[in-house]
């Protein structure tokens, strides 16, 4: 038998391909978590969010949402 294959824990689902953690240590879920903030709780769409993703991610890193 064969193993099921293993998904990538760095590529997060049911967001834009775009929104990754990059090198910023951050996990997939974590992408999800900042993504689904913004566009949900602020209204963001996806242009702006992807416009502001790594500062997003930076942010995420030091404080979470927290001051968001």
């Given at each position: 038998?064969t193993?099921?294959?293993?998904?990538?824990a760095?590529?997060?689902?049911g967001?834009?391909?775009?929104?990754?953690?990059?090198?910023?240590?951050?996990?997939?879920?974590?992408?999800?978590?900042?993504?689904?903030?913004w566009?949900?709780?602020?209204?963001?769409?996806?242009?702006?969010?992807q416009?502001?993703?790594g500062?997003?991610?930076?942010?995420?890193?030091?404080?979470?949402?927290?001051g968001?």
């Amino acid at each position: 038998t064969t193993a099921p294959a293993a998904v990538p824990a760095a590529v997060p689902t049911g967001i834009p391909s775009w929104a990754t953690p990059g090198d910023s240590g951050i996990s997939a879920a974590d992408c999800v978590t900042i993504y689904n903030y913004w566009k949900n709780n602020k209204g963001s769409d996806d242009a702006t969010i992807q416009s502001y993703w790594g500062s997003l991610v930076n942010h995420y890193k030091g404080h979470g949402t927290s001051g968001w």
